[in-house]
């Protein structure tokens, strides 16, 4: 039996650091690494990014959109990347934000969160906004398989406040709900929930969200963005030893090379150990 994700993520981030980078096949980064913008230059990149990291960040998150532009084949290059990833002992975060009416989440939840499915990742991301309610079949398909889920609360964009920042009917913040239901499906959980929120690192603040929903905190912006590792204390406060920073192109830009891939990665993770005090 796999253990939770929250006890393999707990484990990788304490081991490798906290530390999760983007496989986002941008089309000017396959141009930056020397490889066309079609499929066989898809295929390089993937390959080389788990080639260089998947022996050693505590996460890779492929970014679905990337590997959607290019259809069926740009999928079967996904799915790839995250089995190789995973044999390569990395945990596999896929990022691509589902979220519907619950029939259809159950759906999207079969075809990333199903051990038996061709694209079956550690985690998955998913927007809460059309209901926190309506994510329950990914909910209880995560639990079922052993995975995680990240719901995106606060992201890094500026475009989101106007959405999270807004009140609720209760009278908090809906990001303040959503990471209240979170906190309720980790409750009890050691050493950590498998259910995680997105809160990008470039915030100047969370506006008094409680961040402590006993989960990860997935916090995307740090390189390209702006973000650095030594933003994270200031804003993360007490729950900065949960955060999983998220770096994309700033490690990525690094390639074709492994070795200067690599170098990256690792600075990054001390850094943000050093920052977070992991
Ligand atoms: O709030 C969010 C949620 C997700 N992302 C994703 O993270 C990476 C960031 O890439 P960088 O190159 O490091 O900027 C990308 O895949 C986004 O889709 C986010 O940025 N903010």
Redesign the pocket.
Known sequence: MTAPFGARLRAAMDTRGPLCV?I?P?ASLLRDWGLDDDLAGLERFSRTVVEALADRVAVL?P?V??FERFGSKGLAVLEAGIAEARSAGTLVLT?A?RGDIGSTMAAYAEAFLATSSPLFSDAL?VSPYLGFGSLQPAVDAARAAGSGLFV?A????PE?HEVQRSTARSGRTVAQEILARLAAENAGEEPLGSFGA???A?LSDVDEADLAINGAL?A??????GATPADLPKLFGAAARNVLP???????RHGPSVAALRASADRYAEEIRAAVGV
């Not at 998220?246 to 990525?252: A, I, K, Q, Y």
């Open positions: 983007g986002d941008h998150k970014q959109a990337f990022d934000k991301t995106l606060l992201t890094s964009n989101g997105v809160v990008g470039t997935l995307p912006g740090v390189g390209a963005q998220n770096v994309s192109r700033d490690v990525l």
